[in-house]
Structures are given as structure tokens and as C-alpha cells.
């Protein structure tokens, strides 16, 4: 007598190389919602469960696979609110003619950029260290890495890496702007030894043997073949097109006719004074607003600063690069750091390069009263009465909620919810005997 396991075993497998007999010759469109459907939905209920995701990892060699939506996804396009000038905003794209975005290469870079493949054990992607329900961020202070080793500075947030040049500047990327471009940065993690621990030439020979990858890279490149280059141009087109600008901030500023300075009909009488302190600065003085670092309306740094984390860095940041100071007004590049743009700020915490802060409160505390006099301190701040170690704005109570309250308008719920960013790859959760077992109890 055959047991319900063997019995199921035996049909799974049966069914696993009858699909893969008839397997065509792979296309982008072989891993579409439909035609996956097609052949390994075999109770037709419009899902895959884990004994159909169980066969199709079969026929696919015994490894995941992305499901892409019937009808193709729009990355290159982007939608700007009203307030927004397009000839300005333009001025800040980082793109280059030698990796301009199509819809074809941020699809592969989707796929690239959730698969765990990626890494040396096949256990982190880059999609570990960048959720998209924390705004692409890490909500843990460090990252764990393919081995469970942690990283030495908190994970950054992803929206807007697009339009980086700010006030004529072209800033690197990283806090410590170690990468020149994008397409850098992407390569650097795959390689880090305590992120994915990958070597290229391997990681370039792995990719080549997936099954979903050939297809993916011709449509994208005209070719199949996998190259480190076009993997980082493919991540880095993904990573360009996490554009955020659908916040409550944009509906409010649009409503104003663009007039950041206006009252906003659609703020609350607390939002709009927050907006005001980050805009136009304590007592109408724009450099002692947040904004002369955080630039609206991506919200992005121009270039790396001090902000008086500490007396002495214990982290260098940009200093450790050696270059030459930023700022004709410090003497060097000590502590300073570039952060990420603080669009859905509320959901990327913990703060900082170090992660040493849990809430958007312990923040706006650090600039009210905390900022260390480091001798790069970029920020301007006057002779306080009784500071010593420490200065600050010196915000009252309601002033620093006003300021929390104006960032959470920043929150862009289709960034993180919209499914183009999203895994595309069906996992089985739950292996079929397990499935079984649940059943039976």
C-alpha cells in the first residue's frame, strides 16, 4: 500500500517532467502572470498553492522564479504634482545617456534586486536591507548579513536616488558618498564581505545559469548575456525609478499654488507651523531652517554635513575618504555624512548613520538642544545662553511636535504599497509534506 506522501510525491513529480518536456523556449512573457497560471495552476482557482509553487520550482530546476503582471509595469514614466517645475526638477537627475531608463531594464533590476541569489549562500537579497514597508529602509539599527554579521551604519532609504544633484552639486552616494554614481553603489553591497559576500566574475556566471535571467537581460540589453555592468545599470534603473512626490505634502502644496512659504488649506494648524519652522526657519531665518539641508521638494541633502552627532566622530564618514574639506568653513570632512532624502521619513527609523535614534521625537530633541560643537558643524546656530558642551535651536515643546507632524506629511503610501516594487518572486512558504501535515491536524 502506498502512503498519501509517496502517492503525492510521485504525482508531483510526474507532473513536474511532463511540464518540463513541454516547456518552450523562455521569453519575458513565459513568466507573466497568465502563462504561469496556465501551466502550473492545476485546480485553476487564479493561485498557486504550495504543492503547484512545489512544481514549478521543479520544472524551473528547483528554484524560485519571478511572476510578473500580465500587463507590463510603467517605470520610466513619472507623474509630477503641480507644484513641482519640471525644468528645475530636471536639473537634479543623476541618469546618464549610457543608462537611460526603460521599462524593460527596471523590470530585470526588480527581479535582481529581491533575489537572494545574489548573495554568496543564497540568503540575502538586496530587498533584505531595503524594505518596502519601511520606505525601502531597514528597521533594524544594523543590517544582518549573509553570515549574520552586522553592518557598521544603518540602512538608507531608497526614494528619490534619482535626482541627487541639489544646488548645482553632484554628491556620491552612500552617508559617506564613497560612490561616485549609482550604478557604483549598486555593485558595492553584492561584494561587501559581511553583506552578500559575492565575487563578480561568480556572481556573473551563477546568474547566467538561472533559467529566468537570459531572457531577461535580452530584453533589456538586446542580449542574454549576464555582465556586472549591466546589473548595475539594471538595479540602478530600478532604484531610479522609486521617485516620491504623492504625500499629503504635494496635495497641500499643489492646493497652494506651490507656495511653500503659504498656509496650506489642507494642513492642520500644527502641520503648517512645522512646515514653517522646516521651511522658513526658527524666526523666518531660512538658515536656521531644516530645509537649507533637506531640500524640497525631494528632500534631499546636496552634499554631506556635521550635524553635531558628537564632540569627536567616532565614525568619520566623508573624512575617512580623505578628500579635501566640502566647506571652505571647515577644516575638514570629519563626521560629516550625506542622508538619505526624508520622504517617508516616518517609516524609516531608527535615524542617523548609526541608527542611534528610535523616534522622529529623539530627532527634533538632537537639533533642539543635543548638537555637539564638532569644529565641521554645519549648522547655524546663535550664541545660546548657558550651552556648553551642547547647543541647539532651544525649540519649545509645541514647536517640536509641530516639526514631527509636518515630516509624517512627507509619507508616500504609494511607494510603499504600489506592487511594481514589491517581490515578484513566488516562494514556497511551506514545503508539501508540511502542507499536508496541516491538513491533517
Same mark, same amino acid.
Given at each position: 500500500m502506498f502512503s498519501l506522501r509517496m502517492i503525492l510525491v510521485l504525482a508531483i513529480g510526474s507532473l513536474a517532467l511532463s511540464v518540463a518536456a513541454e516547456e518552450p523556449k523562455l521569453s519575458v512573457d513565459s513568466f507573466r502572470r497568465e502563462a504561469l497560471l496556465r501551466r502550473f495552476d492545476a485546480d485553476e482557482d487564479g493561485t498557486l498553492n504550495?504543492?503547484? %509553487?512545489?512544481?514549478?520550482?521543479?520544472?524551473?530546476?528547483?528554484?524560485? @522564479?519571478?511572476?510578473?503582471?500580465?500587463?507590463?509595469?510603467?517605470?520610466?514614466?513619472?507623474?509630477?504634482?503641480? *507644484?513641482?517645475?519640471? !525644468?528645475?526638477? !530636471?536639473q537634479g537627475d543623476n541618469s546618464t545617456k549610457q543608462n537611460v531608463l526603460t521599462n524593460e531594464g527596471a523590470v530585470l533590476g526588480r527581479v535582481l534586486f529581491y533575489d537572494t541569489r545574489l548573495s554568496r549562500n543564497n540568503t540575502v537579497s538586496c530587498a533584505a536591507c531595503h524594505e518596502q514597508r519601511a520606505g525601502f529602509s531597514d528597521p533594524k539599527q544594523f543590517s544582518v548579513g549573509f553570515e549574520g554579521g552586522r553592518t557598521g551604519r544603518n540602512s538608507m532609504g531608497l526614494a528619490n536616488l534619482r535626482f541627487t544633484n541639489l544646488k548645482g552639486a553632484r554628491p556620491g552616494f552612500f552617508w559617506d558618498e564613497r560612490a561616485a554614481t549609482l550604478e557604483a553603489q549598486v555593485l558595492m553591497p553584492i561584494q561587501d564581505r559581511i553583506e552578500m559576500g559575492m565575487e563578480l566574475g561568480e556572481l556573473e556566471a551563477k546568474l547566467q545559469k538561472l533559467p529566468y535571467y537570459p531572457p531577461f537581460f535580452a530584453a533589456a540589453f538586446g542580449s542574454p548575456d549576464v555582465t556586472r555592468d549591466r546589473i548595475a545599470k539594471a538595479v540602478a534603473q530600478f532604484l531610479r525609478s522609486m521617485v516620491s512626490l504623492n504625500a499629503k505634502f504635494d496635495r497641500a502644496a499643489d492646493a497652494a499654488g506651490g507656495d511653500y512659504s503659504a498656509e496650506f488649506d489642507k494642513f492642520t494648524e500644527q502641520e503648517n507651523l512645522g512646515k514653517s519652522l /522646516?521651511?522658513? +526657519?526658527? +524666526?523666518? @531665518?531660512?538658515?536656521?531652517?531644516?530645509?537649507?539641508?533637506?531640500?524640497?521638494?525631494?528632500?534631499?541633502?546636496? &552634499?554631506?554635513?556635521? $550635524?553635531?552627532?558628537?564632540? &569627536?566622530? &567616532?565614525? #568619520?564618514?566623508?573624512?575617512?575618504?580623505?578628500?579635501?574639506? $566640502?566647506?571652505? =568653513?571647515?577644516?575638514?570632512?570629519?563626521? &560629516?555624512?550625506? !542622508?538619505?532624502?526624508?520622504?517617508?521619513?516616518?517609516?524609516?527609523?531608527?535615524?542617523? *548613520?548609526?541608527?542611534? /535614534?528610535?523616534?522622529?521625537?529623539?530627532?527634533?530633541?538632537?537639533?533642539?538642544? +543635543?548638537?555637539? %560643537?564638532?569644529?565641521?558643524?554645519?549648522?547655524? =546656530?546663535?550664541? #545660546?545662553?548657558?550651552?556648553?558642551?551642547?547647543?541647539? =535651536?532651544?525649540?519649545?515643546?509645541? #514647536?517640536?511636535?509641530?516639526?514631527? !507632524?509636518?515630516?509624517k506629511t512627507l509619507t508616500d503610501e504609494t511607494l510603499i504599497s504600489d506592487p511594481k516594487f514589491s517581490d515578484p518572486f513566488v516562494r514556497q512558504t511551506r514545503s508539501v509534506s508540511e502542507g499536508e501535515r496541516s491538513k491533517k491536524r
Open positions: 504550495d504543492r503547484e %509553487r512545489a512544481v514549478l520550482r521543479e520544472a524551473f530546476g528547483g528554484v524560485d @522564479v519571478p511572476l510578473l503582471p500580465q500587463r507590463s509595469d510603467d517605470y520610466a514614466s513619472i507623474r509630477l504634482p503641480k *507644484h513641482v517645475d519640471a !525644468a528645475e526638477f !530636471a /522646516f521651511i522658513d +526657519g526658527i +524666526g523666518g @531665518v531660512a538658515e536656521m531652517g531644516c530645509a537649507h539641508c533637506h531640500i524640497p521638494p525631494t528632500f534631499g541633502m546636496p &552634499k554631506a554635513f556635521n $550635524n553635531g552627532l558628537d564632540l &569627536k566622530s &567616532k565614525d #568619520q564618514g566623508l573624512g575617512a575618504l580623505g578628500r579635501s574639506s $566640502n566647506d571652505p =568653513f571647515t577644516p575638514s570632512n570629519d563626521g &560629516k555624512f550625506k !542622508a538619505p532624502s526624508l520622504r517617508n521619513i516616518a517609516l524609516t527609523a531608527p535615524y542617523m *548613520h548609526d541608527g542611534r /535614534f528610535k523616534t522622529l521625537e529623539e530627532v527634533v530633541e538632537h537639533y533642539s538642544r +543635543g548638537v555637539h %560643537r564638532h569644529e565641521n558643524l554645519g549648522l547655524a =546656530f546663535g550664541d #545660546q545662553p548657558g550651552a556648553r558642551a551642547t547647543t541647539g =535651536f532651544q525649540l519649545t515643546d509645541e #514647536q517640536k511636535a509641530a516639526l514631527v !507632524a509636518f515630516m
